[in-house]
């Protein structure tokens, strides 16, 4: 793949915030090969972000293979890493998935559940944008902030 | 295989119980084919108990199978289950197995974590009678109940 065919810009903004930061970070953790080692940030980042076109090449059923698992799984790691350092409580989170792609991603706190969300079409998972993916991550994260702060001796269990 | 071989005896009155009946109405939930629509209860839990014995036959290492998840699935769903009887909140249970039967089962009550449990061995799933499991699942349903009525609030979000 050449540079000019990636959905995220080498200057795109959004790759210098904590998210995409932490994001990359949760690509490399699983990188057991090195592949990423000689990577760009918005190369590692690329395939999160899914153009319409892109979008509408990839069948409406469909089981979600190892490489969807992973990224859905870096997305929620990379959040719950955010959860744990504006809160410094351990934030963990479980995905389960049933099938055809369909299943529940959580992030608890303690015994706090700082987020529940249902799964769909996991297979086709992705962004339109970076930065609304990052918008996405940010809006969960608030959330999530919100019940802890509400909460703070149910997370602290 | 014949009665005189299974585990747990046609009148051993754990079968009586609210937890067992509960058990049995989960594994009948997953018998698409009507399997043990002429089974006696005792048959239908046989398979949660394993003797000594039958324990050391099953290799240490090794991964779970669809019949052992559906096991575990109905064991805590049926906990699940009693704890949404109890205390009129639903009760929902998220299993996450990771490689080699390892992984980590939840159940939630609203925003409240009311159990959270790391499974291993999974593939080895199983109780040594029918009484020592009707322990763990009363055990498991009388620390969510705590929970929940510690943080009702939470429960109820």
Redesign the interface.
């Known amino acids: 793949m050449t540079e000019t065919t990636l959905n995220i810009a080498a200057d795109d903004p959004v790759l210098g915030t904590d998210f995409a930061i932490e994001m990359v970070r949760q690509m490399r953790a699983v990188d057991a090969y090195g592949t990423y080692d000689t990577w760009s940030t918005n190369k590692i980042l690329d395939p999160f972000v899914l153009t319409k076109p892109q979008k509408r090449e990839i069948p409406v059923v469909g089981d979600p293979d190892e490489i969807v698992m992973s990224r859905v799984k870096a997305f929620y790691n990379a959040i719950a890493a955010l959860i744990e350092k504006e809160c410094g409580l351990m934030a963990v989170p479980?995905?389960?998935l049933t099938h055809e792609g369909f299943g529940?991603a959580?992030i608890?706190v303690?015994?706090?559940?700082?987020m529940?969300k249902t799964l769909r079409d996991v297979h086709r998972f992705g962004f339109p944008t970076l930065s609304k993916m990052k918008d996405e991550a940010d809006k969960i994260l608030s959330v999530a902030l919100e019940?802890v702060g509400e909460?703070p001796?149910?997370a602290g269990l």
Chains 1, 2 share one sequence.
Do not use: S
């Open positions: 479980t995905i389960n529940r959580l608890t303690g015994k706090l559940v700082v529940d019940i909460y001796k149910v």
